[in-house]
Every structure is written in structure tokens, then in C-alpha cells.
């Protein structure tokens, strides 16, 4: 079945470490894959997206993702966390005919000042 | 743009009332989804409909649940009789589907509390 794991449901850091997420998915072929965030009483906001081309992908707030067919992961990252990037994130995968994306369960990142 | 918009934005109801929760997806986009989100099953899609007709609707928890599209900007999701477990975060997205790799658009979401 088509499938996206966030294996990490609880992540803490301290502000100005790094962070990676972690995100595996189950796809016959290549996905569209999505980062989500959601912050406390809001919906989801997009990061970023991968779908072709070059495989680590940019996105907004200084987050970036990888795309590694061999792990079949797509793990996010941040060089250096602001205690604002407390919130809940969310992989997301699509594929097929419909492209209905399927969400992980999410990881929830705590950040330590 | 203003975004998916969702109303109310709480509702707290008791069990058996009629509850309704609307949406007005983004201008232009041409699917909509309807989440509902509890801590213990996480984001669970409930039906999505493309063009004001629903494609699929296999994950609406049983017949108390429905949902609408009467026009490409307006939707509806009704739950008649409501019950404490449907308490939850009930969320509508937004997507222009002609290309498979847009993303979705989240609405504030609704909290309802069924007492």
C-alpha cells in the first residue's frame, strides 16, 4: 500500500542546532512529496515540494529536503532552529491517477531556548 | 486571495444536534477536501470532490456524515445526529488540480466539541 512514515512522533532541539525529520514513503513509483507545518491552532502550510529534477529541494523559512530514492526518504532539514519553528510537520505523498495525497502522522518539534 | 476559508471556527454542540460546517475554497481551484483531525488517527481524509462532484467518499466515518459542493465556491460538511467522538479539528483544503504535483491549501480549520 502507498504510504508515508514519519517515524519520530516527539523532536526537541535547542534553539540554534540543527534538525533533520525524518520521512520514509512506499510508492511503486516516484511520489510527489510535500512538507507540511502547522502551527498551534492553524491549518497546514506548505514548505516545500519534490516532484522532479534536482533532488534536494529549497522551501520557505529556511528549510530544506532531500529526496533519496535509495532510502526512500525525504528528510527535512534546518541548519540552525528559531523557537518559532515550534509546531507540528507533516510529510505528505502522491501518487497514481487521483495524485490524493496521504499524510503522515507528523512530528511534533519542541524547541528548547 | 484570502485563502480557504472556514466557519465557524468552534463549535460546540451536544450530542444528537445537527452540526454543519462550511467552506469557501480558494478562487480557481478546482478540488476540494474535507480533513477531520484527532490525536489518536492523526489526519484522515473524509471525501474530496473535483469540479463540485465527489470523486471519493470512502473515508466518511458512516451515513450521520455528508458533504456538498453546490458550486465551485461553496461546501458543506453535515453531521446529523452528532456524537462525542466526532469531536475533532475538521479542516478544508483547496487545490488547482490540473497539475498532479500542486499543493493543498488548508483552511484555520473548525474545533468542534460534541458534549
Known amino acids: 500500500a502507498q504510504s508515508v512514515t514519519q517515524p519520530d512522533i516527539h523532536i526537541t532541539v535547542s534553539e540554534g542546532a540543527s534538525l533533520e525529520l525524518r520521512c520514509n514513503y512506499s510508492y511503486g513509483a516516484t511520489p510527489y512529496l510535500f512538507w507540511y507545518v502547522q502551527s498551534p491552532g492553524q491549518g497546514l502550510q506548505l514548505l516545500l515540494k519534490y516532484f522532479s529534477g534536482d533532488t534536494l529541494v529549497q522551501g520557505i523559512k529556511g528549510f530544506e529536503a532531500e529526496f533519496k530514492r535509495s532510502q526512500s526518504s525525504f528528510n527535512l532539514r534546518k541548519p540552525s532552529v528559531h523557537w518559532s519553528d515550534a509546531a507540528e510537520y507533516f510529510c505528505?505523498?502522491?501518487?497514481?491517477?487521483?495524485?490524493?495525497?496521504?499524510f503522515g502522522r507528523g512530528t511534533s518539534l519542541i524547541v528548547h531556548p | 486571495d484570502a485563502g480557504v476559508i472556514q466557519s465557524p471556527r468552534h463549535e460546540v454542540t451536544e450530542m444528537g444536534q445537527e452540526v454543519t460546517l462550511r467552506c469557501k475554497p480558494i478562487s480557481g481551484h478546482n478540488s476540494l477536501f474535507w480533513y477531520r483531525q484527532t490525536m489518536m488517527r492523526g489526519l484522515e481524509l473524509l471525501i474530496y470532490?473535483?469540479?463540485?462532484?465527489?470523486?471519493?467518499d470512502s473515508g466518511m466515518p458512516e451515513d450521520r456524515f455528508s458533504a456538498k459542493m453546490p458550486n465551485a465556491s461553496f461546501s458543506t460538511l453535515k453531521i446529523q445526529p452528532s456524537e462525542p467522538r466526532d469531536s475533532a479539528v475538521y479542516f478544508c483544503a483547496s487545490r488547482d488540480h490540473r497539475e498532479p504535483y500542486n499543493e493543498q491549501f488548508f483552511g484555520p480549520g473548525t474545533r468542534l466539541t460534541v458534549l
Open positions: 505528505a505523498g502522491a501518487s497514481g491517477g487521483s495524485y490524493i495525497p496521504t
Open positions: 470532490f473535483n469540479n463540485n462532484v465527489p470523486i471519493d
